[in-house]
């Protein structure tokens, strides 16, 4: 007979989150992974096959990652072996490693589950690999961040890649629906409240099933549900998962420019206040406008650095967060400015020559010969000062001879480009005469 602890959750370690005593039975009940475990998913025809390879699990906090690697050893038989990458070391590796092989000679296989995989170093990473080619254990490590960054190419090759989504509302809402079930209640909030509910889940099933154990919690049977703003008070809302040194700052560093560079200041704006919010500094947000505006807008608008370096100042003396203003100001500047990369592109094909073309000399017209020995070598001579020829344009080649002139800036015709663009075509038009 169940007593009032079982009943409550609690077991002789103590107290079970509602996250853990809903944890799905089989592979088809874990929700919002349709494309991994439904009817068609990888995972449901890995295990039609017969055969589960090593795998590693990416996807954000509360997706269901460690759930399916447990899972997947109950529904292949495989003896089910945990550990965090963050509290283990090289003696917790040997000892996992040394009790799979005597299991593998007693005729059992074993599912080693490493959780944050991507914490143990390269030598450690490449302590696995014996182990996964020989079929001593399989591997199934669960990451957060980008495993093409993290991991190591060896054991990346030994292992399958599969995503894991960030919840979505229907599975959030599903998720709900279970927690209805085994409360045998409704959840007591309104119908805008469950809205801003699954809203500060940001896709974390775990999390967002501790919000809801809260409010079962908070709201006692039969009270009035809550509304939007009673619902704010009753649970501690997070700040949005970010971490500076993980690949979703980068992600949304990528949005943020490549929706400046496609002019969408809206776009712009949504990543740019989505960094803010989370906690990023915004000096760095800073820098990284005043390059959007040099690689993006450059001379079809010079402006824009302008503005650019306009917000860093005005940040620097305003301070949070008034300041964040001006750099909203310099964001939709910037991507509503008319673009070019005609500079960017030039100095890249520049540099490369530079690099290929080595200690080449610059013609000796433009050398100055400051010595007897040097004017008697012609440095200098047969310079032409340009202000003193007609257009102020001598049309002399200032490439190394051994060279011949080369063009790498091509502007466009767009902006303040388009005028430089008239200026060039002039000044090749009466190089051409005057040569």
Same mark, same amino acid.
């Given at each position: 007979m169940a007593s009032l602890f079982d009943a409550g959750g609690v077991t002789k370690e103590g107290p079970r989150p509602l996250a853990d005593r809903l944890r799905?039975?089989?592979? #088809?009940?874990?929700?919002?992974?349709?494309?991994?475990?439904? $009817?068609?998913?990888?995972?449901?025809?890995?295990?039609?096959?017969?055969?589960?390879?090593?795998?590693?699990?990416?996807? +954000?906090?509360?997706?269901?990652?460690?759930?399916?690697?447990?899972? &997947?050893?109950?529904?292949?038989?495989?003896?089910?072996?945990?550990?965090?990458?963050?509290? #283990?070391?090289?003696?917790?590796?040997?000892?996992?490693?040394?009790?799979?092989?005597?299991?593998?000679?007693?005729?059992?296989?074993?599912?080693?589950?490493?959780?944050?995989?991507?914490?143990? /170093?390269?030598?450690?990473?490449?302590?696995?690999? !014996?182990?996964?080619? /020989?079929?001593?254990?399989? =591997?199934?490590?669960?990451?957060?961040?980008? !495993? #093409?960054?993290?991991?190591?190419?060896?054991?990346?090759?030994?292992?399958?890649?599969?995503?894991?989504?960030?919840?979505?509302?229907?599975? =959030? /809402?599903?998720?709900?629906?279970?927690?209805e079930i085994y409360e045998k209640r409704l959840l007591p909030v309104d119908t805008d409240a469950r809205v801003a509910l699954v809203n500060m889940a940001d896709g974390d099933g775990r999390y967002f099933l501790n919000l809801v154990e809260e409010i079962f919690s908070a709201v006692p049977e039969g009270a009035e549900p809550l509304n939007s703003e009673a619902l704010g008070k009753a649970?501690?809302?997070?700040?949005?998962?970010?971490?500076?040194?993980?690949?979703?700052?980068?992600?949304?560093?990528?949005?943020?420019?490549?929706?400046?560079?496609?002019?969408?200041?809206?776009?712009?704006?949504?990543?740019?206040?989505?960094? &803010?919010?989370?906690?990023?500094?915004? &000096?760095?947000?800073?820098?990284?406008?005043?390059?959007?505006?040099?690689?993006?807008?450059? =001379?079809?608008? +010079?402006?824009?650095?302008?503005?650019?370096?306009?917000?860093?100042?005005?940040?620097?003396?305003?301070?949070?967060? $008034?300041?964040?203003?001006a750099l909203a100001q310099a964001v939709v500047y910037i991507a509503t400015a008319p673009k070019s990369n005609a500079v960017y592109v030039a100095y890249k094909a520049a540099m490369n020559r530079a690099k290929e073309t080595g200690s080449l000399a610059p013609p000796k017209i433009i050398l100055n010969a400051p010595t007897k020995l040097m004017k008697d070598q012609e440095y200098g001579s047969g310079y032409q000062y340009d202000h003193d020829q007609p257009d102020a344009f001598s049309g002399q080649n200032y490439f190394p001879p051994e060279m011949g002139r080369e063009k790498y800036y091509d502007p466009v015709e767009r902006g303040f480009e388009r005028d430089v663009k008239k200026r060039l075509e002039f000044w090749s038009k009466l190089r051409k005469e005057r040569q």
């Open positions: 799905p039975a089989k592979l #088809s009940e874990v929700v919002g992974q349709d494309h991994l475990v439904g $009817e068609q998913g990888t995972l449901t025809r890995m295990l039609a096959s017969g055969r589960i390879p090593s795998i590693i699990l990416w996807g +954000p906090p509360g997706t269901g990652k460690t759930t399916i690697a447990r899972l &997947l050893a109950g529904e292949t038989g495989l003896v089910f072996e945990q550990m965090s990458a963050i509290f #283990s070391g090289v003696a917790d590796l040997k000892k996992a490693f040394e009790q799979a092989k005597m299991r593998r000679e007693q005729g059992r296989a074993t599912l080693l589950f490493v959780d944050e995989i991507h914490r143990f /170093n390269k030598s450690q990473q490449d302590s696995f690999l !014996p182990y996964v080619e /020989n079929g001593t254990i399989t =591997l199934v490590g669960a990451t957060t961040e980008n !495993p #093409s960054f993290e991991l190591n190419g060896a054991l990346l090759s030994r292992a399958q890649v599969l995503v894991l989504d960030r919840l979505d509302e229907g599975a =959030l /809402n599903a998720l709900i629906a279970r927690a649970v501690s809302k997070r700040l949005p998962l970010y971490d500076k040194a993980a690949d979703g700052h980068y992600n949304l560093v990528s949005a943020l420019h490549k929706s400046v560079r496609g002019s969408d200041p809206d776009a712009a704006l949504y990543y740019l206040a989505r960094m &803010l919010s989370a906690g990023e500094d915004p &000096l760095f947000l800073a820098r990284r406008i005043v390059r959007m505006a040099i690689e993006d807008v450059g =001379l079809a608008d +010079p402006e824009a650095v302008k503005q650019a370096l306009a917000a860093k100042d005005t940040y620097d003396f305003l301070g949070s967060p $008034e300041g964040e203003l």
